[in-house]
């Protein structure tokens, strides 16, 4: 799993910029209303000076309303934002201080390159030459030193997206927002753009909220990941965090896959599923409670498991589904049929052990890896 | 209390930026105008329908001296009634309407000695006058019999439903309303049947010389709907050209003959007087409208559906009742109301070649030009607003319609070659092609012949305007300037407009009331509107009384009577700009102006010369606001094509229909010129 790779191998990010930087933009109680129906809902949120966000949910969930409440476009009903000190929650756009990249990039057709990039330069008393200047360092920054006279019409999709973040980011504004800036782009020019456009932020440093409902986007450029669901924040933090520790099952769903069964406390740092007694964090849980049980499919460990172990038992290996890197095997047997679990295994491993469908292998559930949610979350 | 906006949970009052303010500003003054040019104008012209005036003579009272002193008081409405001057359920008139008060004294003689008083009693309504001036006072005033020979009973003024009492129990006003509707009714028929086969010739086969005939059947847009008329009497009047060329050819007893037992003997040369002359002229003028709703509408068909039935083998009718009459309803429906609109509201074609035959439209005319009578004027105005406002709101709700048929847009249809098929519909559109050209060609003709039937020789006399009646060439100059005019402004006032409701921010209310002020010109006929600015305008009381009987009231009706169209293919252009240009200037901190003077109006070039010119042409054409409105000095041609036929020099009324048809053609090709180097210009950018 790419992803996966991605994150752990990348350890620079795993550690929250929060605990030494300082708040940028600080969200209190914001709410958005139209008409009768809640957008948002008492949403409260810090970002950090320099910090890269991602806002991601389902469609729908209230990410681009969000965004553009912090940028004035479309007020809020009630809240507070407050921007590097300065309470913005009512100004307008135009005093507030942000450069923005819409999905659709929202290019001016009739203006060439250099112009729609030096549109926010001019009428600003800045000599003319100086302005000349700025547009070609920006437009070397992305990469188009050489197309400055075309018009955008005459570009690529990936290259009129670089145009709009050079345009954005010309008048060195303090917070960058992106509303799904990738989205519009074919699959191979967006995982590129994904790195450059999350190097170039590092390289200015600039505060910046992506909204994205492309968990793989998120995962690979943020330095803290917003999710959202129906108009409120399900859980915020930094990506390995989010996919590790799923603060609620929603979630844990929506990022990553994950296998939920259910299950009851049966005690302190114990759980049912199934003929199987799970030890692992129950939280204040009850004894008798219903709940669901979740674990990552890469989380279940097939190999070299001794029986005896904790959260080990045998089980038989159904469907086995090729995923190009490995496989994801059902898991059935008596213990825990039903339930539904399915593992990863590698190609590898599967190769060594001789793996197949009808096997009977010892499987771990690593009690470090158990998620446990109250069974309503999942309805809910 | 003044923290409150600070706690979290309390309701945001968005900041208004500098922006906003003057965006607001400026729509709330374009939504002021059109306060001022239309719906005042309109309040104005309700309220005149429902002034009475009538004679008040139970207030004055008389006295008499016969030599020995004042006799008893006498009252005029009771002395009236006795002596049947007048009575007590008949005393409603005009404001002109004057009783000689010796009608009150049958044995009057001016030179007797007696003398005479007379006062009123209710000083401020109605009473006495002497010589043109109303006695305002509540005393007696004493007169000789010689003077009292010049007082006058007038009446005074009060409300009630009166005036249109007196419409609706005069059979020779109501009658109006059926013809109206019959004339209306018919020409819709014909002219969206005809238009339907001309659309589905243009979309439906591979006929060749499609982009002629679309350019032909736009012609008549470019002209007065006064000249079809002009031709009909040519082509079947007192002196036919029909007949003649008959003539002519079969010799005279032959046609005689013909007629009589074609017709069986009922041909009168001025059988096209009426409604059958009013209907063909009003097919011709109506039938580019119609074209162009249904020409969307089928090119908008999908082809899938129609490929599909082919595909299934149905026959060609079958496809046509099953597949193509139904894509095509919402268009069908709406030209048919436009249609129905535009012949009911229509002044030219029944003004020239009406005849007896009375409709609405010329009725307002006969009634404020002919008559003097405002309120009966503003009364029958009224009436016509009724079924205008319908097909208006009708219009409306099935272009809604229409508009979500076009956003699920499906794949455009591609005709296949068919040859018996193309032929028949080339066939067809050739006769339609050859109706709308002959009629200009007959006022061509008519115009540069000597004296119709009896000189033919070639002559220019009739370009002679000044020596005639109507404004003579200073109408023509006065018209184009009028068209300059009302391009510039209008398209300004109008995009401008357009562009405020479409991306201002916030100022829900106000957008949408604008929004429905700007739809409300299209409601109102051209008649009802000119009518409308007599009475706001010409109003001593009204500051802006001095713009009347100048070219700026005629600029001014002129924007207002076209506005609606106009607003609706700036909203067009607009919506298919991103909404984001605005967000994105702002993010950048550019005023919005800058981006609406870089950006909004380069894009919309094209979209913005096709307003100048819609509003070009109709200033040119427009007969029927303006012709309220114009004084000697501000005569225009279009004017003058109508006083030029009413005093019978229906040649020079040709003439000058043509003048403004070939200066209408000029400036469309100049504008299709202009529109097509100017998207050579910008390809790069409009490249996709
Ligand atoms: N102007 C509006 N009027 C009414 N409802 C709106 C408006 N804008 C957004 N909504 C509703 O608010 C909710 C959140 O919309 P929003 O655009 O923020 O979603 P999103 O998370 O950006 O989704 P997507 O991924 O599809 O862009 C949606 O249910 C949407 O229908
Ligand atoms: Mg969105």
């Known amino acids: ?48 000076e320099g910090e890269f966000v991602c806002f991601l949910g389902p469609s729908g969930c209230g990410k681009t309303t969000l965004l553009r409440a912090i940028a004035g476009l479309d007020i809020q009903s009630s809240g507070r934002i407050e921007q590097a000190g300065q309470d913005i929650s009512a100004l307008p756009p135009a005093e507030r201080d942000f450069g923005i990249v819409f999905q659709s990039y929202a290019l001016f057709p009739n203006l060439t390159v250099a112009k729609n990039v030096a549109y926010g330069l001019e009428n600003r008393k800045a000599p003319r030459d100086k302005i000349r200047a700025r547009v070609a360092e920006l437009l070397d920054l992305v990469g188009l030193a050489d197309q400055g006279a075309k018009y955008p019409a005459q570009l690529s999709g990936g290259q009129q997206q670089r145009v709009a973040l050079s345009r954005a980011i010309a008048t060195s504004p303090g917070l960058l927002l992106l509303d799904e800036p990738l989205s519009a782009l074919d699959a191979k020019v967006r995982v590129h753009l994904r790195h450059e456009i999350r190097a170039l932020q590092q390289r200015l440093g600039v505060t910046t909220v992506m909204v994205t409902h492309d968990q793989e986007e998120a995962l690979t450029m943020a330095d803290r990941i917003v999710v959202m669901n129906q108009g409120v924040i399900e859980q915020v933090g930094p990506p390995l965090e ?48 219903p709940v669901t049980v979740a674990i990552r499919p890469e989380d279940i460990d097939v190999q070299d498991v001794a029986s005896g172990e904790e959260n080990a038992f045998e089980a038989e290996i159904g469907d086995m589904e090729f995923l190009g890197s490995f496989f994801r095997a059902e898991l059935t047997g008596e213990v825990i049929d039903g339930a539904g679990l399915r593992a990863d295994m590698s190609i590898n491993l599967v190769r ?8 009977r292998v010892p499987v771990k559930l690593p009690r470090q890896r158990i998620r446990i949610y109250p069974e309503s979350a999942l309805r809910g | 209390m003044a923290s409150v906006a600070q706690i979290p949970g309390a309701a945001i009052r968005p900041k208004l ?108 309504d ?40 007196a419409y609706f129990s005069n059979p020779a006003l109501f009658s109006s309303i059926f013809n109206s509707l019959t004339i209306a009714l018919i020409s819709t028929v014909v002219t969206v049947t005809l238009a339907f086969g001309f659309a589905y010739a243009l979309t439906r086969s591979q006929m060749r010389f499609k982009g002629a005939f679309k350019t032909i059947a736009m012609v008549p847009i470019l002209v007065p709907s006064l000249l079809p008329g002009i031709a009909l009497i040519y082509l079947f009047g007192k002196q036919s050209l029909v007949l003649k060329v008959l003539e002519w050819m079969l010799g005279e007893e032959a046609v005689a003959g013909l007629w009589q037992g074609l017709i069986n003997g009922t041909y009168g040369p001025t059988e096209i007087y009426g409604p059958i002359g009013i ?20 090119a908008i068909a999908d082809a899938r559906l129609y490929e599909a039935a082919v595909a299934l083998r149905a026959p060609r009718p079958r496809i046509f009742w099953t597949v193509t009459l139904p894509g095509a309803r919402y268009g069908l429906i709406s030209a048919a109301f436009v249609v129905f609109n535009l012949v009911i509201t229509d002044f030219g074609a029944p003004k020239v070649i009406g005849g007896q035959f009375n409709v609405l439209a010329v009725d307002i005319y006969k009634q404020v030009i002919g008559q003097q009578n405002f309120q009966m004027g503003a009364v029958v105005s009224v009436v016509l607003l009724i079924p205008a406002l319908i097909a208006f709101t009708v219009d409306r709700m099935v272009q809604r319609k229409q508009v979500a048929l076009l956003s699920a847009r499906a794949v455009p249809y591609e005709p296949k070659p068919n040859r018996p098929f193309d032929r028949l519909m080339l066939a067809y559109c050739s006769l339609v092609g050859v109706f709308i050209l002959g009629i200009l060609a007959v006022c061509q003709y008519a115009a540069v012949i000597k004296f119709w039937p009896y000189d033919l020789s070639f002559s220019l006399n009739n370009y002679n305007f000044d020596v005639m009646d109507g404004g003579g060439w200073a109408a023509y100059g006065n018209s184009i300037r009028l068209g300059l005019y009302t391009a510039v402004f209008g398209t300004g006032l109008v995009f401008l407009g357009a562009y405020l409701t479409e991306k201002g921010r916030g100022f829900t209310y106000g957008r949408t009331g604008f929004q429905f002020l700007a739809m409300m010109p299209m409601a109102i006929p051209g008649m009802v509107l000119g009518l409308a600015y007599i009475f706001f305008f010409n109003n001593p009381a009204n500051p ?3 713009i009347y009987a100048t070219m700026a009231i005629l600029v ?39 981006t609406f003077g870089r950006v909004t109006v380069p894009v919309c070039t094209p979209a913005i010369l096709d307003i100048s010119i819609y509003l070009f042409v109709n200033a040119m054409t427009t007969v029927s606001a303006v012709v309220f409105l114009y004084s000697p000095d501000t005569a225009l041609a279009s004017v003058a094509v109508l006083n030029m036929d009413d005093a019978g020099d229906v040649a020079p009324a040709a003439a000058m229909g043509m003048m403004i048809f070939y200066t209408n053609a000029t400036v469309r090709i100049l504008h299709s010129l202009v529109t097509r180097g100017l998207l050579t210009r910008t390809q790069a950018w409009r490249m996709r």
């Open chain 1, 1 to 48: 799993m790419s992803i996966v790779q991605d994150i752990v191998t990348e350890d620079s990010r795993g550690e929250p910029v929060a605990a030494v930087a300082k708040t940028y933009l600080r969200i209190e109680g914001l709410s958005k209303m139209f008409g009768d129906f809640t957008a948002l809902r008492n949403i409260d949120l810090e970002i950090y």
């Open chain 1, 242 to 289: 989010i996919y590790r520790n799923p603060a609620t099952a929603f979630v844990a769903d929506f990022i990553g896959t994950m296998n939920f069964a259910a299950g009851t406390v049966e005690g302190p740092g114990q759980v049912r599923l199934g003929g199987v007694g799970l030890v692992c964090d129950t939280g204040e849980l009850d004894a008798g409670t």
């Open chain 1, 352 to 359: 060594r052990k001789g793996l197949k469908e009808g096997a």
């Open chain 2, 17 to 124: 930026s500098r922006d906003d303010w003057a965006m607001r500003g400026l729509m709330v003054a374009i939504g002021l105008y059109l306060i001022i040019t239309l719906a005042l104008p309109l309040y104005a012209m309700m309220s005149k329908s429902i002034e009475i005036y009538a004679f008040q003579p139970a207030n004055v009272e008389f006295q008499v001296d016969e030599g020995q002193g004042w006799g008893p008081t006498i009252n005029a409405l009771t002395r009236g009634e006795e002596l049947g001057v007048l009575t007590r359920d008949d005393l409603v008139t005009t404001s002109d309407g004057r009783i000689q008060a010796t009608r009150f004294f049958p044995d009057f003689s001016f030179l007797s000695e007696t003398r005479y008083r007379i006062r009123n009693t209710e000083p401020t």
């Open chain 2, 126 to 165: 109605g009473g006495f006058m002497i010589r043109g001036l109303q006695v305002t006072h509540d005393d007696w005033v004493e007169y000789s019999s010689g003077d009292f020979r010049r007082v006058t009973l007038r009446p005074g003024l009060s409300t009630g439903l009166g005036n249109y009492l």
């Open chain 2, 279 to 298: 209907v063909i002229a009003s097919v011709f003028f109506t039938f580019p409208h119609a074209l162009l709703i249904i020409m969307t509408a089928l």
């Open chain 2, 544 to 546: 802006l009384n001095g």
């Open chain 2, 556 to 594: 001014v009706c002129t924007v207002t009577h076209f506005y609606t169209v106009s607003h609706l293919t700036a909203v067009t252009a607009l919506k298919q700009m991103d909404p984001e240009f605005e967000a994105v200037s702002q993010s950048l901190k550019q005023p919005f102006y800058r």
